[in-house]
């Protein structure tokens, strides 16, 4: 009787192992966006749906401003450069528009994560769009260091789209 008893335990636990180790496609919780800019901006940046590759090209802020485009977002997107060139940065979003909502859910936050090169948060701060609009000043940055933008917004089904740029806080 112990036998079948341990025989049954040792098949329950290899079957939860097998469970826990099935891949899990993560494409469900972060969604690609348009590759093409608008022909009316040039300037602006297509976003990602995943950080920059350490290969990927650096844009200065003490040159100029970054401008971005997300046309279509459900939780997160990405810069698709590194930024460098400021200890202070300040993001600004507009035109923010609810393409997709859901009875309830929270339709007018918006978190701005700052990454560095390492993949480690260095700042981070949420803001309420009011009027199709917010921005924030994040610092805490060293100027010859890289960067990465995360733009999240809470996973309750929502999608929306907005603009705006990247720049060197004053």
Known sequence: MRKKKGLVSLMLSLVLCMAMCMPVSASEGVDTLSPTPPAAASEVEPRGANPPSSSADTHDLSVSSYSYQVTDMGYQVFTSKWITGASSIKITVSDWELLKEYTGAKKNELTLKVYNSSKKLVTSETITISDQS??????GLTSTSKYY???EVPTNGNRYSFNGTISKAK
């Open 134 to 139: 917010g921005s924030a000043t994040l610092s």
């Open 149 to 151: 933008v995360c733009f």
